[in-house]
């Protein structure tokens, strides 16, 4: 069992501010991409799941819950001191286990090749090519999973 605490936040929460941050610098900042927060958290299917460490947070990721049974995972999103140390997987876990809490028939994301096989670990599997996308444009592929 992991030994991080992931906790699902409101869109209005305080720490979404650091959300915020860290999507910037984990996804964007990288590619020199300039600082963009408009994503539409309020939005009333997204959800949002955060994990902290030292009373921060140190990941993030967002589930955009469909009327189809099926939700959309977005965001993934780790402080790149902290990769590697199993945060990304106890957000990923954690939406299984809302996806069966709520009954989901299927989860989907696009990937970024770089992060195709930390999905592949979790249960994902590629469905597509490779496409560019997002704001980066950088090669993703689509992945499923059934919960
Ligand atoms: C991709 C990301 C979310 C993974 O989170 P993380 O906290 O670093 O991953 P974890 O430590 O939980 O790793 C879980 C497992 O996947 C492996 N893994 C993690 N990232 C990997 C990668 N890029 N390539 C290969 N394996 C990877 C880990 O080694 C670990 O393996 P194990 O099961 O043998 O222990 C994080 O590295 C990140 O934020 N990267 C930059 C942004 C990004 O690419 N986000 C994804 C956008 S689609």
Redesign the pocket.
């Known amino acids: 069992m992991s030994v991080f605490r992931p906790e699902w936040v409101a869109a209005g929460d305080p720490r979404m501010a650091e959300v915020h941050e860290l999507r910037h610098e984990?996804?964007f900042a990288p590619f020199g991409i300039a600082r963009d927060d408009r994503w539409d958290d309020e939005g009333e299917d997204r959800r949002h799941v955060i994990v902290s460490r030292d009373c921060r947070v140190a990941?993030y990721a967002c589930m955009l819950v469909a009327t189809d049974g099926t939700a959309h995972i977005r965001?993934?999103?780790?402080?790149?001191h902290?990769?590697?140390?199993?945060?990304?997987?106890?957000?990923?876990e954690e939406i299984d286990a809302e996806a069966t809490r709520i009954g989901l028939q299927l989860l989907w994301?696009?990937?970024?090749v770089?992060?195709?096989?930390?999905?592949r670990?979790?249960g994902y599997a590629t469905v597509s090519g490779v496409f560019p996308s997002g704001r980066t444009g950088v090669p993703?592929v689509r992945m499923e999973k059934r919960p």
């Open positions: 984990a996804l990941g965001q993934v999103s780790v402080w790149p902290l990769q590697r140390s199993g945060i990304g997987r106890a957000l990923m994301l696009n990937a970024r770089s992060a195709e096989p930390f999905y670990r979790l993703h």
